[in-house]
Structure formats: C-alpha cells, structure tokens
C-alpha cells in the first residue's frame, strides 16, 4: 500500500453565512458600482485632460496604441538578430563557425573568405539566417567570441510571403541597428526587406 | 378628426421616436464599447477610419452595420422557416411599438390645435406597455423554438421563463405609480411630476415609491436580459436562444438589446424622474422655490423639456451599461428565485402599503 497525502479543506470553513445587508445584495452591488464608477470617472477625466493638451496627466489607459507604439520590451528580449561592425566599417564577424556550429535549428550558413591582415585572418564571404527556421534560443550570441553576432534589434514583426524571403543575407543582417535606434520605427519597416 | 394638422403631427412624432430610438441604439452599441473600455483602463475600438478620420471610433457603428449585413445568412435545417425568419422581426417590432406612449415633451400648439409630443396619446398607455413586453415574449421563444436545436430551444424556454417571471413585479410596480398619479395615461403622470414636494424637491416619482424604483430597475433589466440577468444570452458561458442566427437576424436581436434598454430607461425616466419635466420649470419660464422667476418663450420651453428628456434616458443607458460591466451574472435558479421569492413579495408589500398610504393621507 502506498502512503498517499491527501489535502483536506473543510468545506464549512470556506462557506460562511452571509451577513444580513450581503444576502440582500444591494448593498454589494453599490461597494461594486462604486469601484467601476471611479475608474470610469478617474479615466475619463484623464483622457480630457490629455485630448485638450495637458500631456503631463498620467494616461487613462493601459493600451499600447500598437502599431504607431510598441510595447518596451525587456533589455535580454532576444529578438531580430543583426552584424556589428568595426569602427572601419567591417564585420566584427571572423566566420570562426561557432555560431553555425551550436545553433540548434540549423540555420546559420557561413561561408568564410580570406583577409590579409593577420590578427583577423578570416571575414565572412556570405552570412545567411534562416529567420523561418530560428528558434531564437540566442546560442549563438552566447557562443561568438567576438560579439559580431547580436539579438537586440527589439524587432519581433517578422513575417514574409515566402520562405526564401525569410534567409536574411549579410548586407540586410549589418544594415540592422539596436534596439535604441530603431525604437522610433514604423514597425513595418522591417516589411520592405522581407516581401520577395 | 383626421384633420391635416393631426396627421402631419403623427408621422413628425413618430419620425422624431424611430429616428432618436434607432440612433440612439446605434450610439449605445458604440458606448458600450466605449464605456466598458474606460471603466477597465483601456481605450475601446478606435481603428475605424473614414478619410482618415477616426473620431473616437464612432465609424465601428457603421462598420458593424456593414459587417451584419454582408455575412452568410444561413437558415438551419429546419421545417419552420417562416418562424425563424420572423422572430427576429417580432422582437423588434414590439420594442419598437412600445414608444409609441413615451411622451418626450408636453405640447406644442399650431394653429389653434394643441399636439402632445407623444406618438399616440392613448388614456390607457400603461395597459399597453404591459401588453408589449407580453407579446415580446413570442420573438424569443419562436427563436428557440424553430431553431431545430435542443440547445436553442432550452434557451428559449428559460428566456421565456424568464421574462414573464420578471413581467409580475413590473405589473405590480407600476400598479403603485397608477395609484399615486390616479390615471393610466403617461402623459397625465408626467404632467403631474410637475409640481413641488415639501416646497423645494420636484415631485417626481422617486420621491413618491423609492422601493417601487429599485424594484421597478431590477425587473426592469431582468425582463430586456441584461446584465446581471443575460443567462438567455450567455455569451460564451451558455447556449443562447439565438444560436442558429447569423447576419442581419442576429444583428436583429443584438438591436432589440438596445432598444430595449432604451425602452426601460424611458420607462424609469417617465415614471420615476420626471419624464420630460424640468425641475423648477413651468410652461412661462422658470419658477424657482426661492421666489425668482425666468421667463421664456414657450419654444424655449418645450426644448429644454424634449432635451430634459434626452438627457434623462441617456443617463439612464448610461447607469445599465455600468450595471452590466460591474456585476457578474445570476445562475438561472438564483434568477428565478430572485423573481418570484423575493421581488414578487417586495412589490406586494409595496402596492399595500402604497395604498394604505393613499387611502390615509387623501
């Protein structure tokens, strides 16, 4: 026989009687109305104050009119990923494979090309993400040594009509700025460089 | 005497009711939107455009008119088609019928006649309020009925169970009122909320049955399904009596929802606040307790009491709204319990003492 622990409630003790003024429901239904009535008036007045001018009122509503405002998203939000460049330019990217090596989903192709200067020996010849197969893990932001690889563009309206318009290629992928920069963005600004 | 004046004065009162109580509900299903939003911290629907212009999202009320009248409609497999046809139609109809003896003003005088601003001016408008919210009752249960539908048709039947419980303590309500005023036409009990109570209070019904009010509210909302009383309705909890409905049928009954607040919020107004009169105002001006006086020409006066009116039902749309976004729904055993256990004695006690009160103080 195995032990088993079973959680007792006494019922009695969750049901009590109803006081005289709860039972008849009125008294209740005003503690309730006066709830919504001041939210209603606390509201109101503070979406008139904001619609004649006085911006400094606290809003009188919790909506994010989306898309003219997205919502703030958490600093370790791992969204869009983008390419750093070095003060000159260049891709911080030294196509080491690291990325393309842990990525879970499979979806980073690197091809690597040779560079003269010998503290960087390699740079990327193309970079492609396949934003249809990423699973946004982040793996390979942990996994590049040479922070070249970021997931804080604060974009997440990624949607295409194809498949192939989703592979981002390395120019799109260093065009991409942080979160800061592309605060102020339409959101469908991203669309221009995913329809086919 | 079917005079020229008398039949323009008809078809301008009843233009004037259909066009307030159908833009009226076009407003409401709008303010509810709008008013559930603000009383939960959101905004509401704001994203209908026309020439850019959104407005506060007034243009969704023509967005859904358009919504309702271009979806399929489908009629189910059923051999009553005639019946399901027509129960949206007989709900409206009735709602509708029942502001034909809501006066909106006291009368306007044109070339020798005097025409009260009320569609029919009938000596026995109570009787026939009664009468339509009786036969209301048809457009539901013809709903459920030919829905060929177990689910529908239960629905039905506990809407109908519903309303004319609900429909006693209304009758036994307003037998209270009719006591107090000794008439059962509308317009003789608003003119006679006119004068003054203790000098300075307008004598409006409130003052006279405060019980009668809160009973009259409650059955009030109960009988139109309204929240806390929509079981019948149930939006996602419960099998409504219109479930096999789409497209402009259903658009039929969520409009009978509004016209029918409108309709009990007319019936508070003109019973209980007064209908269209203004506190202090007499047919010459303004007379106020404290000796001043205001006089205005009698135009004036007839549209601050068109407007009174307005005013009156719109606040009172405005207080249902709130009750149906604050209170959370009645069971149907609890709502039937509410109905013949409680209200039903409540407004028994209340015509009886009404009436001893009335036989001791006249």
Redesign the interface.
Known sequence: MIARTVNVVNVSERRRTLTFLERIYLPEVMRGLRVTVRHFCVNLWRHTLRAIGMKSVQPGAVTFQYPEVRRPAGERLRSLHRLTQRPDGTPRCVACMMCETVCPAFCIEIVADEVPDPNIEKRPKSFDIDIGRCVFCGYCVEACPEDAIRMDTGITEIGSYSRRAMVLDIDTLLALKSAEENAGKPVDFLQKLLVS | MLTTIAISAAIATSIFVVLFVLSLAGILTWVERK?S???????GANRAKIFGLRLWGLFHIIADAVKMFTKEDFIPNTQHRFLFSIAPVLSIFFALLTFAVIPFGNQITIGGHSIPLQVANLNVGILYIFAMMSVAVYGVVLAGWSSNNNYALLGGIRATAQMISYEITIGLTLVGVIMIYQSLSLMEIVRAQGGLLFGFLPAWGIFYQPVGF?LFLVAGIAETKRIPFDIPEGESEIIGFFLEYSSMKFGMFMFTDFIETILISSLLTTFFFGGWQVPYLADAGFVFPWGSSWDMSIWVVEGLRVISFIVKVCFFCWLLM??R???PRFRFDQLMNLGWKVLLPLSLVNTLVTAGLVLWLS
């Open positions: 008013q939003a603000i009383m939960q911290d959101r905004i809160i709130l009750i976004w604050t209170l």
